[in-house]
């Protein structure tokens, strides 16, 4: 039986997910779209929606998706409508109505498996396998000085240089948990620069962690850019073009002498670890070393908060959240 399980692409911004996600899209039996902003956001409102077990429930979830401003839904071009009417009809859990708005984008290709792909998701991971239980992660890891020196570039990060090292090594470090503690079949790490250099031996390798036959034109994503990355994003222009080794390495002149220094300070082992080296800059200034310490530990105490509260919230929840669509998911379900 072919797989039907579903796949998230994850990895720090400016990884390179967004070419990993139109290889995917550009086999035939797979189909990643855009970037949405439902699944997460949905799964910390479940309370608003209510008990899913009542119809006119699932009907409120479906119009979240399909009309609230912040989830991206119009960029997958479905028929709203039709689409609510699929999730009343669906089994009642948050994951099945998610799952039947993924599954709808994928029919629309002729396609029989989704994905989805959100670079933050990396952090998410728990969560995502409670509303996908038999979800399959791809972990695509990028030299962490490509991707500050990529991110600083970019119109809507807000941060600064700190941030970005720091974000770099928490994708990182989720990823070693991750490898720890999901099976062996439902978490796969690759390169970007292994990617970009050999595409066909990687994607060949990808498709067998993922159970499906490696097809040639998944090297060539550029075909499906022009209907899976919406015009506005022009920081994905490079999509569009062949795939190319050019970026790799690229922070040699895009970041200051001071930004290596704090990169390859803050970040030495993990570089070194994913087989990068380094450069041999001088060490970062105390300032600039407690200016990573002091991001990442805003950043781990108020992502710890949210955890802790949400671990509460798992005891009063109105009904179930696992989807109940793919082989796999049901299969679990016939044997409770």
Avoid at 173 to 196: C, F, I, Q
Wanted: charged share 30%; glycine share 6%; net charge positive.
């Amino acid at each position: 039986m072919q797989s039907d399980r579903p796949i998230f692409v994850i990895g720090c911004p400016r990884s390179g997910t967004t070419m990993l996600q139109l290889m995917l899209h550009s086999h035939p039996r797979i189909a990643v779209p855009p970037e949405t902003r439902f699944v997460v956001p949905g799964y910390y409102r479940r309370f608003s929606f209510g008990d899913l077990r009542e119809e006119r429930n699932r009907r409120r979830v479906g119009r979240w998706i399909v009309s609230d401003k912040d989830t991206k839904f119009k960029e997958l071009k479905l028929d709203g409508d039709r689409l609510i009417d699929d999730i009343v009809a669906g089994p009642p859990t948050l994951g099945s109505a998610m799952g039947i708005t993924f599954r709808s984008y994928a029919e629309q290709y002729g396609k029989s498996r989704w994905g989805d792909k959100r670079p933050s998701y990396y952090h998410h991971v728990d969560l995502l396998t409670r509303l996908f239980p038999d979800a399959q992660f791809v972990h695509l890891i990028r030299d962490g000085r490509d991707c500050v020196a990529s991110l600083k570039e970019m119109p809507w990060y807000t941060k600064d240089v700190f941030h970005a090292a720091v974000n770099w090594s928490e994708a990182i470090d989720y990823g070693r948990r991750h490898a720890k503690k999901l099976p062996a079949d439902s978490y796969y790490e690759l390169r970007y620069e292994d990617l970009t250099a050999y595409p066909e031996t990687e994607l060949s390798k990808l498709c067998d962690f993922l159970g499906e036959d490696y097809d040639p034109a998944m090297t060539e994503p550029y075909h499906v850019a022009r209907v899976a990355i919406p015009q506005h994003k022009v920081w994905h222009s490079n999509t569009h073009g062949d795939v190319t080794t050019a970026r790799a390495g690229s922070w040699k002149a895009r970041l200051e002498p001071w930004e290596i220094s704090v990169c390859e300070t803050v970040l030495a082992d993990r570089l070194v670890a994913n087989g990068y080296e380094l450069s041999g800059a001088p060490k970062a200034s105390k300032t600039h070393v407690q200016a990573c310490e002091k991001a990442a530990s805003k950043r781990r105490w108020a992502r710890r908060r949210k955890e802790i509260r949400d671990r509460l919230n798992r005891f009063r929840e109105p009904s179930p959240v696992a989807a109940r669509l793919t082989s796999r998911q049901l299969g679990e379900l016939a044997k409770v």
